[in-house]
């Protein structure tokens, strides 16, 4: 009982599920999704099992319309399920039930599905394709505004409580649990999508300190982390761990206000270091 999107980002590669319900805990059952295979969202009496197997099948090969056909086939309550697929390549398959509680459809766009059901109107999934499509910014940023599009056009008719982003890289080992570009949920809160749009750009904010800083840009990195909401703690870390990647010494000097508080800073300095040595070597 809930409205969500699945896309592929064309530029990246980039993979994701967005998803926002009146059920406790949406993040935890609706949205799968594998690096370089595909993601999915599973939800109206929500069976779960239809993550790891839709991307177990198109892991092995078979389109999203073939996977997604093959379990539908197999479940007796299909009529109670709704389900959308996209992979690697961005195609798309949806199936709406015929006993899911309307309002209930889905829209499928170029590497995008929107769907939903209990909602206020047939708008709201239409409404969640073009906010999708209109929106710039990450794959993550787009398929938020598409949740926020689809809350404009009046939503879940039982109300807003839940909800989860979950985005994976384009290319990588295709492990269901593997690396994560963002994976944020909301469980329980009066506006879910306003709490959503924080963790996010919390998220965002960290991620700025990734392989791509160096130390001409480190300054600007921190202060878009800190317009992101990220501690001055975290920014001071991650500036002396960004820096130790070319000049230890200065590494060190932007830790030391940390480690002059509390000693443990610098241990937890040198491991992050020799892991990303030998992640590296």
């Keep these: 009982m809930t409205y969500s999107l699945v896309a592929r980002d064309a530029a990246t590669g980039e993979l994701g599920v967005a998803v926002q319900s009146r059920s406790f805990g949406t993040g935890r059952v609706v949205p799968w999704a594998a690096a370089g295979v595909g993601a999915v969202a599973t939800q109206s009496f929500t069976l779960a099992s239809y993550g790891p197997l839709g991307l177990g099948l198109l892991r092995e090969g078979a389109s999203p319309e073939d996977a997604l056909a093959e379990l539908v086939a197999a479940d007796e309550l299909r009529d109670?399920?709704?389900?959308?697929?996209?992979?690697?390549?961005?195609?798309?398959?949806?199936?709406?039930?015929?006993?899911?509680?309307?309002?209930?459809?889905?829209?499928?766009?170029?590497?995008?599905?929107?769907?939903?059901?209990?909602?206020?109107?047939?708008e709201v999934w239409t409404a969640a394709a073009e906010g999708f499509e209109s929106a710039s910014g990450s794959l993550a940023e787009r398929l938020l505004a598409g949740l926020d599009a689809a809350e404009s056009a009046g939503g879940d008719f039982r109300g807003r409580q839940a909800g989860a982003i979950l985005v994976v890289p384009g290319e990588g080992a295709g492990e269901i649990w593997g690396e994560r570009i963002v994976d944020v949920r909301v469980d329980e809160h009066e506006e879910p999508?306003?709490?959503?749009?924080?963790?996010?750009?919390?998220?965002?904010?960290?991620?700025?300190?990734?392989?791509?800083?160096?130390?001409?840009?480190?300054?600007?990195?921190?202060?878009?982390?800190?317009?992101?909401?990220?501690?001055?703690?975290?920014?001071?870390?991650?500036?002396?761990?960004?820096?130790?990647?070319?000049?230890?010494?200065?590494?060190?000097?932007?830790?030391?206000?940390?480690?002059?508080?509390?000693?443990?800073?610098?241990?937890?300095?040198?491991?992050?270091?020799?892991?990303?040595?030998?992640?590296?070597?």
């Design 80 to 122: 109670f399920r709704q389900v959308a697929f996209v992979d690697a390549q961005g195609r798309t398959a949806a199936h709406t039930g015929a006993a899911c509680i309307p309002s209930a459809g889905s829209h499928a766009g170029d590497g995008f599905s929107a769907q939903g059901n209990m909602l206020r109107s047939d």
């Design 193 to 281: 999508l306003r709490e959503l749009r924080r963790l996010l750009r919390f998220e965002l904010g960290q991620r700025r300190f990734g392989p791509q800083t160096t130390p001409e840009s480190l300054d600007e990195a921190a202060a878009g982390a800190r317009d992101d909401g990220v501690s001055e703690d975290v920014i001071t870390y991650y500036s002396a761990l960004v820096a130790a990647r070319f000049d230890r010494d200065e590494g060190r000097r932007r830790l030391r206000p940390l480690e002059e508080r509390e000693p443990r800073w610098g241990r937890a300095f040198e491991s992050a270091l020799h892991m990303f040595e030998r992640r590296v070597g």
